[in-house]
Structure formats: structure tokens, C-alpha cells
């Protein structure tokens, strides 16, 4: 944490990001988003990380914790080149979903919110099918109102008046089409992103599941 003393912080960087053998193609970084800008400065300085690919999680992949990791003397910012992935949002409905959480939270939402919403949307209609809140009961409607055959259906009053009415539903989610496989997974894309030279987080690809 942020109280750490410097020694045994140098030492935890250094556990963590010197090669063992050889210097690694890249380094997975599983980081605190609220402590680990101090673990990597600690890196950088000791030239850790300066040569090697840095690969992120979505948990970091915000403004601010790119202010915390901070700039070289020269001005370069440290996460600079820094590349993750996070779960794409390409959604026909998620510019909607966008617009109504601003004007109701005054900021854009954080990761994973688009896939909570839409998690919470299936257990809700899920419930409502089965007119229960057990929980075996729900899981065993969960395929049932999000996947084919039913009505295509993005908003969730409109999904619950129809699953009230008896009709079949297929819900869209903001994060996706939601389809859930025979394990019960979502199956989805996920974005690439990196940190530009001005510090700004920028998608350049995206990965998809195979077909």
C-alpha cells in the first residue's frame, strides 16, 4: 500500500518485474488500480520495465491512473506503449446506454458497468420468467430470455412487460447480444487499447472469438 516503506517497495518491483533467465517479451501487470502506479514508478526507476512490453488489465485502463504513474524527466508519460484489453461494448444500444448513464451520473461509466447492468437485466427477467427468486429456478430461465428464439428486445420494461404477457424474449444487452452458451458463458469480443505519447488511452484493435 501507500505506506510501504521504499525499501521493501524497491524489492517487491523487483521480485515482480526482473527476468529471471532472460529479459521476458512482455510482463503481465495484475495491478491495484489504487496502489499499483506505486509499484510501477518503483519499476521504472530501477529499469524495469523500460524495455519490455507492458500488458495491462481493465482495471487500470482509466485517466487517472495514468496520471499517477507520471512522466519521465523528459516529459514521456511511463505507461506510454502500454497495451490491455478490455471487453468491448460494441453494442447497437450501448451509445443510448452511454448518453443515459451521463445524464444521470454526470461521468462516463467505468469497466465491466455495461456487463453488470446486462447481468442484472437477465437475473431480473430470469426471475420474472420463472415467478420466483430461487435461485435454480432463475438459472433455469436464464437461457430462455436471453438467447433465440423470442423477441428482440433491448429495453428492460419492455422485457418484462412481455415476459409478464408469456411471450419469449430474446434480450440485447448494452454490452452485446448476450447469447449465453450451453455453460452458461457469454461469448464475446474484447478491445485493445494503448497508452499514446500524450497519455491518452486509445483502442487499436479488437479480438474475436472464434467463429
Known amino acids: 500500500n501507500a505506506t510501504t516503506p521504499k525499501g521493501v517497495l524497491e524489492e517487491e518491483a523487483t521480485a515482480a518485474f526482473s527476468p529471471k533467465d532472460q529479459i521476458p ?5 495484475n495491478l491495484n488500480p489504487n496502489t499499483g502506479s506505486i509499484l510501477l514508478k518503483s519499476a521504472y526507476n530501477q529499469g524495469l520495465i523500460n524495455q519490455v512490453q507492458l500488458m495491462l ?3 487500470v485502463r482509466n485517466p487517472a491512473f495514468i496520471a499517477a504513474v507520471g512522466q519521465a524527466d523528459n516529459g514521456k508519460f511511463l505507461l ?7 471487453p468491448s461494448t460494441a453494442s447497437s444500444v450501448n451509445t443510448s446506454f452511454l448518453e443515459l448513464w451521463q445524464e444521470k451520473q454526470k461521468t462516463l461509466p467505468g469497466n465491466y458497468v455495461a456487463q453488470t447492468w446486462d447481468a442484472i437485466a437477465l437475473l431480473t427477467l430470469a426471475a420474472q420468467s420463472a415467478q420466483s427468486s430461487d435461485g435454480e429456478a432463475i438459472k433455469n430461465k436464464l437461457r430462455q430470455v436471453a438467447n433465440t428464439p423470442g423477441i428482440e428486445v433491448t429495453d428492460i420494461c ?46 487499436i484493435g479488437q479480438v474475436k472469438p472464434a467463429s
Open 25 to 29: 517479451d512482455a510482463i503481465v501487470a
Open 158 to 203: 419492455e422485457a418484462l412487460q412481455h415476459v409478464k404477457e408469456g411471450k419469449d424474449i430474446n434480450y440485447q444487452g448494452v454490452s452485446g447480444t448476450v447469447d449465453l452458451d450451453e455453460n452458461g458463458d457469454v461469448v464475446g469480443s474484447y478491445d485493445i487499447w494503448t497508452v499514446d505519447t500524450q497519455g491518452k488511452i486509445r483502442e
Open 80 to 86: 506510454e506503449g502500454a497495451i490491455g484489453t478490455t
Open 57 to 59: 488489465t481493465a482495471q
